[in-house]
């Protein structure tokens, strides 16, 4: 069993940084791809970013190309989400998953198995 702890979000201005944080415990973390969502408020889940379990092929959002960047560590079993060049339609829950089994990233919402509980990202303008 996995179990993810998102840390990180805040509240902030348009234009700030923030670095969300994914800590997992659990041995399937290192063979798992890891993916970020958000959700807004009357909105349906949505992805972010993923990566796979070596760290490399992230992939990502139209919306958050070239300002996100997705990164993990084994380490220390976290993976990260920084944020850069925020903007007030960032604002969501923002949510870390896992694909066990060595699988590559995928886009999809169902694709994932295990889930973190959230950490909200507000972004003033």
């Known amino acids: 069993q996995v179990q993810l702890v998102e840390s990180g979000g805040g509240l902030v201005q348009a234009g700030d940084s923030l670095r969300l944080s994914c800590a997992a415990s659990g041995r399937a973390f290192s063979g798992s791809a890891m993916g970020w969502f958000r959700q807004a408020p009357g909105k349906e889940r949505e992805f972010v970013a993923s990566i796979n379990w070596t760290g490399g092929s992230p992939i990502y959002a139209d919306s958050v190309k070239g300002r996100f960047t997705i990164s993990r560590d084994n380490t220390k079993n976290t993976v990260y989400l920084q944020m850069n060049s925020l903007k007030p339609e960032d604002t969501a829950v923002y949510y870390c998953?896992?694909?066990?089994?060595?699988?590559?990233?995928?886009?999809?919402?169902?694709?994932?198995?295990?889930w973190g509980q959230g950490t909200q990202v507000t972004v003033s303008s």
């Open positions: 998953a896992g694909r066990r089994g060595y699988r590559s990233t995928s886009y999809g919402v169902a694709d994932y198995d295990y």
